[in-house]
């Protein structure tokens, strides 16, 4: 049975950071993409920030270049996003996803491309 589970999320101020945690069963954790979404109050889901299978391609969303940082652990199968400068409009609950690559360095950043997904963590960020 695969499973995704995110933790980590919490209320926070704005120019806090936070660290999210995804922790994976049931899959090849090594062999897959790992990717982070989010979906604001009254928003479609969108992308965040991904990581190919060997760690060594990361691909972020805009809204959080320079602010917001993925990696991985495949000794712990868990994905991790740390969010730095928060601002509100970070407020979302956050999706984990994982999908399985055919090379090191392959990277997905469409919802559409993800296959197994986790239950999500709210964030929030006040000012």
């Known amino acids: 049975q695969v499973q995704l589970k995110e933790s980590g999320g919490g209320s926070v101020q704005a120019g806090d950071s936070a660290r999210l945690s995804c922790t994976v069963s049931g899959r090849t954790f090594s062999s897959d993409v790992m990717a982070w979404f989010r979906q604001a109050p009254g928003k479609g889901r969108e992308f965040v920030a991904t990581i190919s299978r060997d760690g060594g391609t990361t691909y972020y969303a805009d809204s959080v270049k320079g602010r917001f940082g993925i990696s991985r652990d495949d000794a712990k199968n868990t994905v991790y996003l740390l969010m730095n400068n928060m601002m509100p409009e970070d407020t979302a609950v956050y999706y984990c996803?994982?999908?399985?690559?055919?090379?090191?360095?392959?990277?997905?950043?469409?919802?559409?491309?993800?296959?197994?997904w986790g239950q999500g963590t709210q964030v929030t960020v006040s000012s």
């Open positions: 996803s994982a999908r399985y690559a055919s090379y090191d360095y392959d990277i997905y950043y469409r919802e559409s491309d993800f296959a197994s």
